[in-house]
Structure formats: structure tokens, C-alpha cells
């Protein structure tokens, strides 16, 4: 259970893209210093990781806020020292040309480079101008197809609904933070940049497999967010390795294209709209209901990937335990019904099994 003021004040942090965002500004004529010090000094007490030592769930947000807190603190004291603070963003755009500004009603924002290029859309990277420069790394996702439009669409729905309920499993999804539309109709959304690396970039780097010690971490993380997901009704129906994203430095994994997802389709009749031939369950091309089932298949076909397996097979190398290897495979059962229903109750069982395996948890550098 996080507590209700640890997650709207995780929400205030993580959201802010500069350190106006966080403690305001101030009336003409009152204290910059003053104001900046009385919300910082209420924001820390919210998110000072030492009140949630009995919560490791609610510690970990902590950490992540309180260290983004201080940094903001940081700005905003060099801001008012210099007599900056509180003045327009658009006067402070980064250094450096090149590249091209997206202008919305919230801000503008300088795409300097092209991260990837996904089935439906070209994925940018920037900044937004005027950010503080480790809070204001973009992703900028824009459709090639205007008649893909409803799939952007359909994930900015999605992600509308989480950000709106606070919960310690935001920190495994996407930060949704504008979105636009092109002179051709294409539609856009801006993301926070994620500072991670995708499951196809880690296997290049761990040619044999990713050793299975870190395969568990991710796991666990991944079943989590599925849990609370599913528990919201939601499907993502197209969880594939390059959907999969890790930041080593926190063992923090994000579930990320949320495109074809659906929510309660067993109410409204919604059924799936890709196929992936790797890691689509086998009720994709049999045009059957989606379940959480569904996704559970396709995280044991990405787990078997991540372990150096052969996801035609479903065969794990024989350095994995096989106590692990008999749970994934648990996933990959062809009929629905047979195989894993419940991603909470795998990430229960999983705990277990993996202090069976390998003891009490502690941490281990996961090095890319």
C-alpha cells in the first residue's frame, strides 16, 4: 500500500520538466528564496525515503523523487541567484542548432535526433526548451500514417488513464507529457525520454543470454506492472522484446507502445489488432478474447529470449535453473487455460522460487 501523499507528490516531481514546475512562482513583490524553501521543505518530507523503510515499494518512489527534488532545488537556488527564476522558459532554449521545434499550446520543444523507426511510427529524441537539462529529455513519437491515427490515439488514452491515479507502478510506464498534430494530419505524442536500453540492445551485448540472476530481477518488475495493469482492466496485447525497456543503474523496468492495448475487452467486445508471429499467444490468429493470459504468454516468449532460448521450442540454456525453466515455460502453454492466468500471483510465486534459487535479494550491478 504507497501512501496517497507519497504518490501526488511523486506525480508533482516526476512530472516537472523545470524547477518553476515544482515550487511555483511567486507574486510580484514576495520571496523567491522564501517560497522555493516552504515547498521543498514539504515536498522533502513527503518524499524522504527514510519515513518508508517498512515499504520497499514506497521507498524506492522516494528515492527516485527526493533525488529529483534536490536537483530541482539546485536549479531553482542558481535561477534566483542570478535573478533568473520564474522567467519565460522560451528565453532559456538549450545551446546548440540543428534539428527542428515542435510548437503545442504547453511548450515548444527541439527534436535534435532520430531514436527508432516502429511499425507505425518514427521515434525522435529532444528536449523541451527551456527544461532543466536533466529533466527535459524527449521522445517524440509521430505517426507515418495518418490512418494509424487511432492507434496514437488509443495509447494516448491509455496513458491518460494511468497518470490519472497515482501509483508506485507509474514508475514502469510511460510519461505521456503533450501531443500535436503535423501540417499532413500526422498525430504525435511527446514522452519523457526513457534512459534505458531495449531487450534486443542487451542481448547484443550478452550474445549467450542474459545471465539468469538479472533475468529475475526484470521478471519480477515486469509481473508487477502487469499485475496492477490487469487488475485495471487493461491489456497490452503486443509485449515484445523492443517493447521491454531496463535502466541498469535502478534495476527499473518499463512496459512501453501502448498502441494496441484495450481495456475490458471481455465488456466490450475489443479484440486484438496485431500479431507478432514470435511473441503473439496463439489466440491472436484464432481471433480469440483477450485475457491477461495473453500477455503472460508473450513475457515467457520474451523471458526465453532474454535467457539465450529458442523461443520456437521454448528451451532455456542449461545453465537456468530448471525450477526457473518449468515457470516460464508455465506461460508459454499454447491453450489459455492451461497456462499462467494471474500476473500477480506469478510475481507471488516467483519471489519464492527466486529465494529458493538463490537466496535472500540483494542487489547486483546489472552492467550493459
Known amino acids: 500500500m504507497i501512501d496517497a501523499n507519497l504518490q501526488v507528490s511523486y506525480e ?17 513583490g514576495k520571496n523567491a528564496p522564501g ?14 525515503p527514510d519515513r518508508y523503510n517498512n515499504n520497499p515499494d514506497a521507498r524506492e518512489m522516494a528515492e527516485e523523487a527526493f533525488k529529483r527534488l ?18 519565460s522558459a522560451e528565453e532559456e532554449e538549450p545551446s546548440g542548432g540543428g534539428g527542428f521545434v515542435i510548437k503545442t499550446r504547453k511548450r515548444n520543444y527541439r527534436i535534435a535526433s532520430t531514436i527508432a523507426q516502429g511499425d507505425i511510427a518514427t521515434i525522435y529524441g529532444g528536449d523541451c526548451i527551456g527544461a532543466d537539462d536533466f529533466a527535459g529529455k524527449v521522445a517524440v513519437k509521430v505517426v507515418e500514417d495518418p490512418e494509424d491515427n487511432d492507434l496514437i490515439l488509443n495509447e494516448v488514452r491509455i496513458l491518460r488513464l494511468f497518470q490519472s491515479e497515482p501509483s508506485n507502478q507509474n514508475k514502469h510506464l510511460p510519461v505521456m507529457l503533450d501531443q500535436f498534430k503535423t501540417s499532413d494530419n500526422q498525430l504525435g ?4 525520454y526513457i534512459d534505458g536500453y531495449d531487450l534486443p540492445s542487451i542481448r547484443e ?9 538479472h533475468v529475475a530481477w526484470m521478471l519480477t518488475r ?17 509485449i515484445e522484446p523492443s517493447h521491454l525497456m531496463i535502466r541498469p543503474q535502478d534495476h527499473n523496468l518499463f512496459l ?38 495473453s500477455d503472460l504468454y508473450s513475457v515467457g516468449k520474451c523471458m526465453i529470449y532474454l ?24 506461460f508459454v502453454m499454447e491453450s489459455p487455460l492451461q497456462r499462467a492466468q494471474d500476473a500477480w500471483e506469478m510475481y507471488d510465486k516467483f519471489m519464492d522460487l527466486r529465494t529458493e534459487i538463490w537466496g535472500q535479494h540483494q542487489f547486483m550491478v546489472f552492467k550493459i
Request: charged letters at 25%; a positive charge; hydrophobic letters at 35%.
Open 189 to 192: 505524442t511527446i514522452l519523457r
Open 307 to 330: 535467457l539465450g532460448g529458442d523461443i520456437e521450442r521454448n528451451t532455456m540454456p542449461d545453465s537456468v535453473d530448471e525450477r526457473m525453466q518449468r515457470f516460464i515455460q508455465f
Open 256 to 293: 512501453i507502445d501502448w498502441c494496441y492495448a484495450m481495456i475490458n475487452p471481455f465488456r466490450t467486445g475489443e479484440r486484438f489488432k496485431v500479431l507478432n508471429e514470435s511473441y503473439s499467444p496463439p489466440e491472436v490468429k484464432e481471433h480469440g478474447l483477450p485475457t491477461p493470459a
Open 70 to 87: 534536490n536537483d530541482f532545488k539546485e536549479r531553482a537556488e542558481k535561477r534566483i541567484k542570478n535573478g533568473t527564476y520564474g522567467t
Open 222 to 238: 515486469l509481473l508487477s506492472v502487469l499485475g496492477y495493469c490487469h487488475s485495471k482492466g487493461f491489456i497490452h496485447a503486443n
Open 205 to 213: 551485448k550478452y550474445q549467450d543470454g542474459v545471465p539468469a540472476v
Open 35 to 48: 517560497l522555493v524553501k516552504k515547498v521543498y521543505r514539504r515536498l522533502s518530507q513527503m518524499v524522504h
Open 12 to 28: 508533482q516531481i516526476m512530472q516537472a520538466v523545470r524547477a518553476e514546475d515544482v515550487f511555483g512562482i511567486q507574486e510580484e
